[in-house]
T-cell receptor, first 113, second 113 residues
Framework: GQQVMQIPQYQHVQEGEDFTTYCNSS?????IQWYKQRPGGHPVFLIQ?????EVKKQKRLTFQFGEAKKNSSLHITATQTTDVGTYFCAGPSVSYNTDKLIFGTGTRLQVFP | GAGVSQSPSNKVTEKGKDVELRCDPI?????LYWYRQSLGQGLEFLIY????????KSGLPSDRFSAERTGGSVSTLTIQRTQQEDSAVYLC???????????FGDGTRLSIL
């Protein structure tokens, strides 16, 4: 079945270091979404990418959608303790009988001050 | 405006009892999802409602789990004869459609003794 995998599963960084998480889909996606879940909280939508090769920035966060629309990345420049949490990507199901979102496995980020 | 509302926020019950979890989506959202999240784990898809279409129940782990959505709005997730492995946070999310960004509730933390 359709799978959306993320690597790494965990990442520990020192505050100020950069961080990247990668999202890989087994199928081509029409769009990719990214969510952030703070410890003890619920996932919160960050951004949606639609176009092949698209790059979007939100302050220190840079999101990229691959040319083949099967992978995506989230890069955080100069991490801060407020970046702690789990980052999920999500893409639409390609199944003919459902249009639900499929969430990736997530990357948990820990930032040490 | 009001976000997705879930109740109760916490539920402790004895093994073998039935539980009902409630989700009140954002007004106007046609899509509603239920997820389960165990401690430190990713989002496990349970069920997806979209408008008047038949729900996608492909994620329900056993026939002890069922869900309904009345009048295209409020949804209840019922777990019968609860087991200890059912202990988790149950998250509800809603959106304007299958591929649209999801808005999550704060979840119900279910503990089975």
């Amino acid at each position: 079945g359709q799978q959306v995998m993320q690597i790494p599963q965990y990442q520990h960084v020192q505050e100020g270091e950069d961080f990247t998480t990668y999202c890989n889909s087994s199928t081509t996606l029409s769009n990719i979404q990214w969510y952030k879940q703070r410890p003890g909280g619920h996932p919160v939508f960050l951004i949606q990418l639609v176009k092949s090769g698209e790059v979007k920035k939100q302050k220190r966060l840079t999101f990229q959608f691959g040319e083949a629309k099967k992978n995506s990345s989230l890069h955080i420049t100069a991490t801060q303790t407020t970046d702690v949490g789990t980052y999920f990507c999500a893409g639409p199901s390609v199944s003919y009988n459902t249009d639900k979102l499929i969430f990736g496995t997530g990357t948990r980020l820990q930032v040490f001050p | 405006g009001a976000g997705v509302s879930q109740s109760p926020s916490n539920k402790v019950t004895e093994k073998g009892k039935d539980v009902e979890l409630r989700c009140d989506p954002i007004s106007g959202h046609t899509a509603l999802y239920w997820y389960r999240q165990s401690l430190g784990q990713g989002l496990e898809f349970l069920i997806y409602f979209q408008g008047n279409s038949a729900p996608d129940k492909s994620g329900l782990p056993s026939d002890r789990f069922s869900a309904e959505r009345t009048g295209g709005s409020v949804s209840t997730l019922t777990i019968q004869r609860t087991q200890q492995e059912d202990s988790a946070v149950y998250l509800c999310a809603s959106s304007f459609g299958g591929y649209q960004p999801q808005h999550f509730g704060d979840g119900t933390r279910l503990s089975i003794l």
